[in-house]
């Protein structure tokens, strides 16, 4: 929904408002037209129900609105004295329509100075979990949200399973365009392959202020532009089309920012012509066959785990075994292996031959060496041309909502001639240091600033697949940050010195307490 559209549903909400509680202000002692006044006849509503004030706020915020709109229908009955099961439910059915029977048939008896206790445990229990609702939605939307790691795509630096936190608040905190969902869930309901969301009404894309702008090298959450995960669509179809902000997840690293020229070249990434210097805590991975001398026994289960192999390993050829391919090794493991007995020769692969797979499909390049390409910048404008609009045709069209049609070399743009065009968002290429097994925008191009949604700052838990009992806890990644110069420390013995600090003052003080009275 544009801005204008939702400013006309809001006024009808305002109309409908109205003409269902005029007769309940005015019972409660207030004017007829204090039901009339958008925002104001909330604040004065909240005054009859005796909630406070700032409630008023939480009407307006996407998704906890859902909670509190029930909650606000629900109150209202019981400040005019109709607090039985059958209105409660009646209200709730009807989507609050339930207050028009009670505002133009009823006897309307307002209760200024009723209880807002709850009258029973049932009644204490579902007050205490919406409001644990409300507060855990709102910390999941507009400041910390919980993510897994599914892929190796990070290997390295982000294992697989990796428990992170992502901070929305660095790059600002997106508020949610899909207005009617389940809190705390993503796109589907879990155990079920039902949405948790309806496509209508939409929001317009708006972020908060963020702490700091998307650097090259930032690790990044984000939407998934070409989202091909299913869970409820039509699988015979190449894309699955979800709102924005339910599109699935990825995490990679931006490698280039709007304004960027990038190139890549025998797999490492270049910026306006310079190498991209990486932090410290990055490790590229590549494809390397390691050539062997058939006649030195080499313990290759322990050589693996020793260079902290994950990715698939094995010999190109059974019978002859003088060739072994591994598909993801670093620069450092590489080293190390040209210094093992047995080993003749260690040779990273690079793809040489063309690759219609990668974007912008052109068959002209391929993951190792690709580009220049330009990364769109919001405000700025290109030429735009039958060459150059393989490039930017999922921006006009997809990401940006225009109509798009080609007439031999001529290009239209909203039914106008267009030679040029001019970008209304930034736009970010986002990479996997694990360069052979990694999606990333080398395959289906830019990710929009609209798409992005935080920044993982703080491991939690590290769980590996592979481990069995308590080895399957990697602790050495427990309590530690995701960024940072130097290698990751863990901060867990901290948080344990911490618990008990904290416990121990406690008993301390209640000890105290005990004997002052």
């Not at 939307?141 to 897994?148: A, K, W």
């Not at 059974?318 to 391919?325: A, E, G, I, S, V």
């Not at 493991?333 to 093992?340: H, Q, S, T, V």
Request: proline share 6%; aromatic share 14%.
């Amino acid at each position: 929904m544009s801005v204008y559209q939702w400013f006309v549903f809001f006024l009808i909400v305002q109309i409908i408002h109205f003409l269902g509680t005029w007769k309940l202000y005015e019972s409660a002692g207030r004017k007829r037209w204090e039901a009339a006044i958008p925002v104001y006849n909330a604040i004065v509503l909240m005054k009859i129900i005796g909630r406070p004030t700032w409630w008023t706020i939480l009407l307006f915020i996407p998704i906890i609105n859902l909670i509190i709109f029930p909650v606000i229908w629900v109150e209202t009955l019981r400040s005019f004295g109709k607090r039985s099961g059958l209105d409660t439910f009646l209200v709730l059915i009807t989507l609050g329509l339930y207050l028009y029977y009670i505002n133009y048939t009823q006897q309307l008896n307002y209760i200024s100075d009723r209880s807002l206790s709850p009258q029973n445990k049932a009644a204490d229990t579902v007050s205490s979990l919406l409001f644990a609702i409300v507060v855990a939605t709102i910390v999941h939307t507009y400041f910390i949200q919980p993510y897994t790691i599914p892929t190796p795509s990070l290997e390295k630096s982000l294992l697989v399973g990796d428990f992170l936190f992502v901070s929305k608040m660095n790059y600002g905190a997106r508020v949610p365009m899909t207005t009617v969902a389940l809190p705390m869930v993503h796109d589907s309901i879990p155990l079920t392959k039902s949405k948790s969301y309806l496509t209508w009404p939409q929001l317009p894309y708006m972020r908060l202020p963020g702490i700091q702008n998307i650097k090259r090298t930032d690790i990044v959450v984000f939407n998934w532009p070409v989202d091909t995960v299913y869970r409820f669509f039509d699988t015979s179809k190449r894309r699955a089309y979800k709102p924005v902000d339910k599109k699935s997840n990825y995490v990679k690293r931006c490698v280039g920012i709007p304004g960027d020229n990038l190139s890549i070249k025998d797999g490492m990434v270049y910026i306006d012509g310079k190498l991209l210097q990486l932090p410290e805590r990055a490790k590229p991975q590549f494809s390397y066959k390691v050539a062997l001398d058939g006649k030195t026994p080499i313990d290759f289960e322990s050589l693996f785990k020793d260079l902290d192999v994950t990715d698939p390993a094995g010999f190109m050829d059974q019978t002859k075994r003088d060739t072994l391919f591994m598909s993801a090794l670093t620069e450092a493991g590489a080293e190390r292996l040209k210094n093992i007995p047995g080993i003749t020769a260690v040779i990273r692969q690079i793809s040489k031959e063309v690759d219609n797979g990668v974007f912008p499909h052109i068959n002209k390049w391929n993951r190792d060496n690709y580009g220049p390409v330009y990364i769109p910048e919001q405000g700025k404008t290109v030429p735009l041309t039958i060459e150059t609009l393989p490039f930017y045709k999922a921006i006009i069209t997809d990401y940006e909502n225009n109509d798009l049609k080609t007439n031999g070399s001529e290009i239209r743009i909203n039914g106008k001639i267009a030679n040029t065009y001019t970008f209304k968002q930034n736009y970010y290429w986002m990479m996997g240091d694990n360069r052979h097994n990694s999606e990333d925008s080398r395959y289906w191009g830019f990710v929009p600033e609209n798409h992005i949604v935080g920044k993982p700052i703080f491991i939690w838990l590290s769980i590996d697949p592979n481990g069995k009992g308590i080895n399957k806890i990697r602790w050495d990644r427990v309590f530690t940050t995701v960024s940072g110069e130097g290698q990751p420390q863990s901060y867990f013995k901290l948080f344990l010195l911490g618990l008990v600090i904290f416990f121990v003052g406690e008993y301390f003080w209640k000890k105290r307490k005990e004997q002052k009275v």
